[in-house]
């Protein structure tokens, strides 16, 4: 199986509407379980559509636990991205409040993140 099938084929354990806003890198499955590697799409927040805004990277990356598969151990590690508005230099992220809302992502997800991640929005 090829690389990009084996992280279509992931993307069915995660929850529906993640590979909306999130592309696995990469997974490693070890004795202890699988890491999949998440990192968010370069898509700028619809919040700040009609702006320009500048990629300026991501946040430290988080590790969280996600629901086992088949009794392994699955952790997400997840980098969000952060954009700079061009206009003010102000730093911005996706607000997962709004996402939850526009139901592209189901809302236990978009709780999760936004518990798991600390903040809706930097």
Known sequence: MEKDQEKALLGYF???GTLDYFDIT???KDKEGLVLFLEEKNLPPAEYAGQTLHSKGFYPEVRVQDFPIRENKV???I???RWEVH???EIV???WDLVMKGARLTKEFALFLKDALGRSSD
């Open 14 to 16: 995660l929850p529906s």
């Open 75 to 77: 952790e997400l590690s």
């Open 79 to 81: 980098k969000r991205r």
């Open 26 to 28: 990469h997974f490693v």
């Open 87 to 89: 206009s003010t230099g």
């Open 93 to 95: 992220s996706r607000n």
